[in-house]
């Protein structure tokens, strides 16, 4: 009799206890498959190295959705590491542009950031080559306007609807009093006024479009004497992108949250 006593209690307090986390072991299984639905998606140009390898590098580890461009990919070896989606661009290659539009059909994004370019270091108008200028616009100001315009469909897809164009503190007006750097000042600058005339179309359907200068960084292209590390450089941006609201959509920032002058 005891002997029946004690299994009917174990029996009782097995199914107590069954009923008690059952609630959770269903919530456990379903969500993975939530969660990831709502992760957001982040499109990055110029994934491969520097301050785009960076931005990936800090997405992914906040939970978001990944998609890192890359010129040649077979190349992308530290892009590659991070495990998120790669896909190949150059950005200054319309038929490029259309297949890799063409790749994201029907995948929304919530952001763009468009951060591939390239800086050539000409002090004096008599060292103008004019095909390397050319080509500087091709890559810094033209690629944007392609990319955004290829994309415009998965934004309007997403949730955050933010486009987010990296310029330089050499693409401003206001604060240019050395000169130097023809070709990669320009390209900056008209690079600004893509993201300002882009921001009074589309803000109408909930876009927030921004520029933002990364400061001097420790890059391939800021060189080793720069006074900012990668990772100082990205959280700074990521923080002004994270407080930008629709009123501030066509605005210029600095890393460093402040405003800089056009």
Request: with cysteine; hydrophobic share 40%; proline share 4%.
């Amino acid at each position: 009799m005891k002997r029946s006593s004690k299994c009917r209690f174990r029996t009782i307090l097995i199914a107590a206890l069954a009923s008690l986390f059952a609630p959770f072991a269903f919530a456990d299984s379903h969500a993975g498959p939530s969660s990831a639905a709502d992760q957001p998606t982040v499109l990055i140009t110029g994934a491969n190295r520097g301050l785009g390898l960076e931005f990936a590098r800090q997405y992914a580890a906040a939970g978001w959705q990944v998609i890192g461009s890359a010129r040649k990919p077979e190349e992308a070896n530290e892009l590659k590491a991070l495990e998120v989606r790669m896909v190949q661009l150059d950005v200054a290659d319309q038929g490029s542009v259309d297949r890799f539009a063409a790749s994201l059909d029907g995948q929304s994004i919530d952001m763009l950031i468009n951060n591939a370019g390239i800086f050539p270091r000409v002090s004096r108008i008599e060292e103008v080559d004019f095909d390397d200028y050319s080509r500087t616009l091709a890559v810094n100001t033209i690629g944007p306007v392609r990319v955004t315009r290829a994309l415009l469909p998965n934004l309007r897809l997403g949730k955050k609807k933010t486009i987010i164009n990296i310029t330089s503190r050499l693409g401003s007006i206001g604060l240019n009093e050395s000169g130097l750097f023809y070709g990669y000042r320009e390209s900056k600058a008209a690079l600004n006024m893509f993201t300002k005339t882009l921001a009074n179309e589309l803000q109408s359907e909930g876009f927030i479009c921004a520029t933002i200068h990364p400061g001097w960084v420790q890059t391939d292209m800021g060189g080793p004497n720069a006074n900012l590390t990668p990772e100082t450089s990205i959280s700074g941006m990521r923080a002004v992108i994270d407080k930008l609201s629709i009123d501030e959509s066509g605005t210029y920032w600095s890393y460093s949250g402040e405003q800089v002058p056009w």
